[in-house]
């Protein structure tokens, strides 16, 4: 009768351990030589007081083929042993007879509640089926690992998880009831890491549904796939890549430079209070950000390629990305493309920075990679300022409908035109209609757009024309630079201008320019020869006063086809810059 607990050491000659070789040893700590290349069926059964094994590698790196327990219904080989530490240094070959582990209990170390140490070795490249499930240990280096199968951490204690660059797939519910989980650290890679979802009870879920994440780094592009192994298409919150049914402040998630795709659903119902999206993303799905509660700073990486954004949709509806975040900054540093369902997306809650959260202020900063200012980008946002750079050539129709707080807009300097559109929803108005505009800026030429320019037919529809014509307590700056050449049709009808003045380089200003400008008193013109002037561009100005133009030009200004109807209005300054 052997009563002590001691250590098994094996001969190097040994090639292949038999069936039940050590059927109810008292051994605690057993070492598996590299030159074992087999081990049978129900080897450790019994083995209740074995804490410690040890695989050596092989001197050729073949794999071992290791046998499982029949004596209980194809249970893992260590059913029986209350296994402490594992130190793993070649590959296992390990399958049941039925050719499939489809219980948490079937894998080589499963069920191992003791488990807190785990050592790989460079000959590890497949961590199999259920592995580890229900495992102690809170952290593990994968070392080489390539490939992770299902159910590998099944309930394991894993509080921290770095997946090394060379994990090329990891299987469906993997991590399944890791409810430890706080820490994922998926570095920069270039090469595409697959992951499969969570298949539980007919139910898909995000690989990380039952973990607490706090933070999340992913560096590499996600071929996210079903039990199948077929690309899946997230389609509900709790589908999405790193759902969570667990609602964890302030977690922080950040995506490395190898990342191109944000899928449908990957962010939805997080507490992410900001985000970053590197240059190389080039697509953010459907409902990405859907339920972002706690989202408010949203940055697009300076790029020169364009990102194409879904919206959310939801009974027939289509509402912005960030509907439901209470955004207060954006920073836009790239082309976006952004596409919804259907093609009518006339309404401010479609918005691509439409919130229906009450925020007092939402700051807005465009790069100089921004050509564009795409439909319905502002749409309802309660910014109450925005430069528009040099580089912007587009500005599409009712990009800033209902921006009852943009009091301040400049234009920065450019010699290229910009093409403007208007708002085109419920009724015809300029592009700035709502808009309490105090402060203009502009220093390049505006270019309504082909549609615009067909309805510009009344002074609600001018470029600056708002719907605050009668606040007394509002007075608007305007500056006009160098590179203005044209005053638009009805451009600043109804604005509460004091005084402006109209530089040299103006050759033309258009019909009804300064309608109704309640508070213009004067107008002072650069020009040494009268610029062209439409049809009543003052009229409705009911305390306008004069027009300063040089004493040199007055003779000009008063022969001058239009101008000499103002007569009574010149006065001239001998010089004035």
């Known amino acids: 009768l052997v009563t002590a607990k001691y250590t098994v050491s094996i001969s190097q000659y040994i090639e292949t351990i038999q069936d039940r070789a050590f059927c109810n040893l008292l ?19 019994g083995c209740e ?15 071992l083929t290791l046998g499982y327990n029949t004596d209980n219904e194809d249970d893992g080989p260590f059913l029986d042993s209350p296994l402490v530490t594992v130190n793993l240094d070649r590959e296992i070959n390990y399958t049941l007879a039925s050719g ?36 102690a240990f809170d952290s593990i280096d994968l070392n080489k690992v390539e490939t992770i ?75 996210y796939v079903d ?26 998630i950040i995506l490395g430079d190898n990342v191109k795709t944000i899928s449908d659903y990957m962010f939805a119902g997080l507490n992410i209070k900001e985000i970053t999206i590197p240059a190389s993303v080039n697509y953010i799905g459907w409902e990405a950000f859907l339920d972002c509660e706690e989202l408010s700073s949203v940055t697009f990486e300076d790029g020169t390629e364009t990102i194409t954004v879904y919206s959310q949709t939801f009974a027939l509806r289509s509402y912005g990305p960030f509907y439901e ?26 918005a691509l920075f439409a919130s229906k959260k009450s925020v007092d202020k939402l700051s807005v900063t465009l790069s100089s990679n921004v050509k564009t200012i795409v439909r319905n980008m502002f749409g309802g946002c309660p910014i109450t300022e925005i430069t528009i750079p040099a580089s912007v050539t587009k500005i599409q129709n009712n990009a800033f409908e209902d921006c009852t707080k943009l009091s301040r807009i400049t234009f920065e300097s450019s010699t290229e035109p910009l093409t403007i559109g208007y708002q085109a929803r419920v009724d015809n108005v300029g592009p700035f209609y709502q808009s309490p505009l105090s402060y203009i800026k502009l220093d390049r030429e505006l270019v309504p757009s082909a549609s615009y320019q067909n309805m510009l037919d009344d002074w609600d529809m001018g470029v600056f024309s708002n719907s605050h014509y009668d606040d007394d307590d509002l007075t608007t700056e305007v500056h006009l630079g160098s590179n203005v050449k044209t005053i638009l049709p009805w451009m600043f009808s109804g604005v509460r201008v004091h005084n402006i003045w109209i530089p040299d380089t103006v050759t033309s200003i258009g019909n009804y320019a300064f309608l109704d400008c309640r508070k213009l008193n004067d107008v002072t013109m650069g020009h040494h020869t009268p610029p062209a002037i439409g049809t009543g561009v003052f009229d409705s100005c009911d305390i306008f006063g004069h027009i300063v133009v040089r004493k040199s030009a007055l003779d000009k200004y008063k022969a001058a086809t239009d101008w000499d109807a103002y007569e009574s209005r010149f006065f001239t300054k001998d010089d004035f810059e």
Do not use: H
Request: with cysteine; aromatic share 12%; hydrophobic share 35%.
């Open 27 to 45: 051994a605690r700590e057993i070492t598996i030589p590299g030159t074992v290349n087999t081990i049978g069926n129900n080897v450790f059964n």
């Open 49 to 63: 007081d074995l804490e410690r094994i040890t695989f050596e590698p092989s001197p050729d790196a073949t794999s």
């Open 100 to 135: 499939d582990l489809d219980a948490t209990d079937e894998g080589v170390f499963s069920g191992k509640e003791e488990l807190t140490t785990v050592t790989l070795g460079d000959q590890v490249k497949t961590l199999s089926d259920y592995m580890f499930t229900n495992s």
């Open 149 to 223: 199968g299902k159910g590998v951490f099944l309930g394991s204690s894993l509080n921290v998880l770095t997946i090394p660059a060379t994990l090329e797939s990891i299987g469906v519910n993997a991590f399944v009831n890791c409810d430890n989980l706080e820490y994922l650290y998926i570095p920069d890679g270039t090469e595409t890491l697959t992951v499969g979802i969570q298949d539980q009870n007919s139910a898909d879920w995000g690989p990380f549904y039952d973990s607490p994440l706090k933070y999340a780094y992913l560096g590499r592009e996600i071929n």
């Open 227 to 252: 039990a199948s192994g077929n690309k899946f298409t997230a389609d509900e919150t709790s589908d999405g890549f790193f759902a969570s049914e667990e609602s964890i402040d302030d977690l922080q």
């Open 325 to 350: 975040s209470p955004l207060t900054e954006v920073y836009v540093g790239r082309e976006i493309d952004y596409e919804i369902a259907g093609t009518n997306y006339d309404d401010t809650w479609w």
